[in-house]
């Protein structure tokens, strides 16, 4: 059975192409992919994000299950409505899941997990959380939308009450802040400024139509794609999973190994960082006209590897993709394209920020 999210029919109305995402019916694209992608890049798009899963944790030793829980260290949050990317690991040092966690007080610390992980994101957390006496609430009766682009926070604020204006106006980037009924965080997926906003499923529709008379126009998972990987962030499932530890996937940025914090995976992840890995994530670009998929072959000077997430980037106007690599120098690098040795290079992502190309992209 497809679940819906309460924007659904708002979808259809709207003329949406609707696709199976994860065992959601979702947006691909209302028309044309890439010019969503262009109006977040430029003006403000909006996204159906309530298919993600927002999950309360409760309980006078939230903090010191969440040191356990993941990888990075909540510690860095101090004051109420910050928030903190993290990945959870299994013992094995591979990714359960990547999410963000928002503190908002000392006992009650809010997580926000893919779609297509939460049964066994519940199971694991749910699991670990009951040693420290943390109750775990799911919270299916919110819905989310993310606003995105250079225009988008101004666009947002102008729909919203003076006092709940004044502070979204305030908060700064991994920050959340309440009012009007709205959660409302300033992150996002697609390497522009923006909010997602977690709000109950009864105003979700009118949010959606005031955001649209406000100027902000609906994209969809295609759009979300491209963006994503323009703007160098992982997808999980496809950079990363179980088998993968996040020195392996770039995310070493996402793991504290703070003294005396004992989380799980992370004897894993020191060897790993003492001795080494053995396979690595970097950027390729392809100069060439064609399209870079997943699980093409990479051929490199150490051996091969394979492409991860690849695809056309609009504001490129060629080919991108993330590939998992032996380490090493890996020399003159090529992409095996339906049996032909095709030139790629490697290089540092982000590809694109603040619309615009990254150096040496």
């Given at each position: 059975?497809?679940?819906?999210?309460?924007?659904?029919?708002?979808?259809?109305?709207?003329?949406?192409?609707?696709?199976?995402?994860?065992?959601?019916?979702?947006?691909?694209?209302?028309?044309?992919?890439?010019?969503?992608?262009?109006?977040?890049?430029?003006?403000?798009?909006?996204?159906?994000?309530?298919?993600?899963?927002?999950?309360?944790?409760?309980?006078?030793r939230v903090r010191d299950?969440?040191?356990?829980?993941?990888?990075?260290?909540?510690?860095?949050?101090?004051?109420?409505?910050?928030?903190?990317?993290?990945?959870?690991?299994?013992?094995?040092?591979?990714?359960?899941?990547?999410?963000?966690?928002?503190?908002?007080?000392?006992?009650?610390?809010?997580?926000?997990?893919?779609?297509?992980?939460?049964?066994?994101?519940?199971?694991?957390?749910?699991?670990?959380?009951?040693?420290?006496?943390?109750?775990?609430?799911?919270?299916?009766?919110?819905?989310?939308?993310?606003?995105?682009?250079?225009?988008?926070?101004a666009k947002v604020l102008?729909?919203?009450?003076?006092?709940?204006?004044?502070?979204?106006?305030?908060?700064?980037?991994?920050?959340?802040?309440?009012?009007?009924?709205?959660?409302?965080?300033?992150?996002?997926?697609?390497?522009?400024?923006?909010?997602?906003?977690?709000?109950?499923?009864?105003?979700?529709?009118?949010?959606?139509?005031?955001?649209?008379?406000?100027?902000?126009?609906?994209?969809?998972?295609?759009?979300?794609?491209?963006?994503?990987?323009?703007?160098?962030?992982?997808?999980?499932?496809?950079?990363?999973?179980?088998?993968?530890?996040?020195?392996?996937?770039?995310?070493?940025?996402?793991?504290?190994?703070?003294?005396?914090?004992?989380?799980?995976?992370?004897?894993?992840?020191?060897?790993?960082?003492?001795?080494?890995?053995?396979?690595?994530?970097?950027?390729?670009?392809?100069?060439?006209?064609?399209?870079?998929?997943?699980?093409?072959?990479?051929?490199?000077?150490?051996?091969?590897?394979?492409?991860?997430?690849?695809?056309?980037?609009?504001?490129?106007?060629?080919?991108?993709?993330?590939?998992?690599?032996?380490?090493?120098?890996?020399?003159?690098?090529?992409?095996?394209?339906?049996?032909?040795?095709?030139?790629?290079?490697?290089?540092?992502?982000?590809?694109?920020?603040?619309?615009?190309?990254?150096e040496g992209v």
């Open positions: 059975m497809t679940k819906k999210t309460v924007l659904n029919e708002t979808h259809r109305a709207l003329g949406a192409k609707m696709v199976d995402f994860g065992g959601w019916d979702m947006p691909l694209n209302y028309g044309s992919q890439i010019e969503e992608h262009h109006l977040v890049r430029r003006d403000a798009g909006m996204f159906d994000v309530s298919h993600m899963t927002v999950v309360d944790l409760n309980g006078d299950f969440l040191r356990r829980l993941v990888a990075n260290s909540v510690d860095k949050l101090k004051s109420p409505g910050k928030a903190l990317y993290t990945c959870m690991l299994n013992p094995a040092g591979g990714v359960i899941d990547d999410l963000i966690v928002y503190f908002l007080s000392e006992s009650w610390f809010r997580v926000v997990v893919n779609a297509a992980t939460r049964d066994k994101d519940i199971a694991w957390i749910t699991d670990q959380a009951a040693a420290f006496g943390v109750q775990v609430t799911e919270r299916p009766e919110l819905a989310m939308i993310a606003v995105q682009g250079p225009n988008a926070r102008g729909v919203l009450s003076p006092e709940t204006r004044a502070k979204a106006e305030k908060i700064g980037k991994f920050v959340a802040c309440e009012g009007d009924g709205l959660f409302i965080a300033r992150t996002g997926y697609t390497g522009e400024d923006g909010f997602e906003i977690i709000v109950p499923e009864g105003q979700a529709v009118a949010l959606w139509n005031a955001l649209k008379d406000a100027g902000v126009g609906p994209a969809g998972l295609g759009a979300r794609d491209t963006l994503r990987l323009e703007a160098g962030m992982n997808l999980y499932g496809q950079d990363m999973d179980e088998t993968i530890s996040p020195y392996e996937a770039a995310l070493a940025w996402t793991v504290a190994l703070d003294e005396g914090r004992a989380f799980t995976g992370r004897d894993v992840l020191e060897k790993q960082k003492a001795e080494g890995v053995k396979r690595v994530m970097v950027g390729l670009v392809m100069d060439e006209k064609g399209v870079l998929r997943h699980g093409q072959r990479v051929v490199t000077a150490h051996g091969d590897g394979e492409v991860l997430s690849g695809t056309f980037s609009p504001t490129l106007g060629k080919a991108i993709a993330f590939a998992r690599v032996p380490a090493g120098e890996p020399g003159e690098v090529q992409v095996d394209i339906r049996g032909k040795l095709v030139p790629v290079r490697v290089v540092k992502f982000p590809f694109v920020r603040d619309g615009k190309p990254c």
